[in-house]
T-cell receptor
Framework: GAVVSQHPSRVICKSGTSVKIECRSL??????MFWYRQFPKQSLMLMAT?????????EQGVEKDKFLINHASLTLSTLTVTSAHPEDSSFYIC??????????FGSGTRLTVV | GQQLNQSPQSMFIQEGEDVSMNCTSS?????WLWYKQDPGEGPVLLIA?????ELTSNGRLTAQFGITRKDSFLNISASIPSDVGIYFC????????????FGKGTRLSVIA
């Protein structure tokens, strides 16, 4: 089946620094990947749609200059949280659609900004 | 962003009992999906529904795509402790590589 690998699973960073999260499709090509954010005891909220070879489409209220998305290949999308602040602490999850396999999710990244 | 109306928000049940949860929307969806999320993990697909009226089973799980295409339910029969987790419904409004819309989740606790 389709597997999406997300790395790192946990990261702690200092306020003001940047953090990069990787999302890889291991056994399929994904022209489109999705980035979600999840606060404790809440649902997944779509942040942006990542398109291979083109700019990402951001949801209303999501700052594109703060959450940089790069989808340079058919198997890798990255989300960089720039100048992170404590309020950016959250669980970030990526997803990709793989043809007949439907939507597959990564295992998530727990970001803590101190 | 848009979210689906999922209920109940949480459930506490005895082991062996059956469970039912549902999602509704004011919009039509082409696809309904049910996921389970364990703490600190990403959602894992349980059942996918692609046609209005479709009834699909996966072991002790059964889900249906509402005939109006605006709702779906998930039933779990004979619950066991490992069923504990958060269950999310998700819908895809348009075909192709469009994002999913999620429900708020149902937190299931199973008492042995």
């Amino acid at each position: 089946g389709a597997v999406v690998s997300q790395h790192p699973s946990r990261v702690i960073c200092k306020s003001g620094t940047s953090v990069k999260i990787e999302c890889r499709s291991l056994d399929f090509q994904a022209t489109t990947m999705f980035w979600y954010r999840q606060f404790p005891k809440q649902s997944l909220m779509l942040m942006a749609t990542s398109n291979e070879g083109s700019k990402a489409t951001y949801e209303q209220g999501v700052e594109k200059d703060k959450f940089l998305i790069n989808h340079a290949s058919l198997t890798l999308s990255t989300l960089t949280v720039t100048s992170a602040h404590p309020e950016d602490s959250s669980f970030y999850i990526c997803s990709a659609k793989a043809g007949d396999y439907g939507y597959t999710f990564g295992s998530g990244t727990r970001l803590t900004v101190v | 962003g848009q979210q689906l109306n999922q209920s109940p928000q949480s459930m506490f049940i005895q082991e062996g009992e059956d469970v039912s949860m549902n999602c509704t929307s004011s919009s039509i969806f082409n696809t309904w999906l049910w996921y389970k999320q364990d703490p600190g993990e990403g959602p894992v697909l349980l059942i996918a529904l692609y046609k209005a009226g479709e009834l699909t089973s996966n072991g002790r799980l059964t889900a249906q795509f509402g005939i109006t295409r605006k709702d779906s339910f998930l039933n779990i029969s004979a619950s066991i402790p490992s069923d504990v987790g958060i269950y999310f419904c998700a819908g895809q409004r348009l075909s192709g590589n469009t994002p999913l819309v999620f429900g708020k989740g149902t937190r299931l606790s199973v008492i042995a």
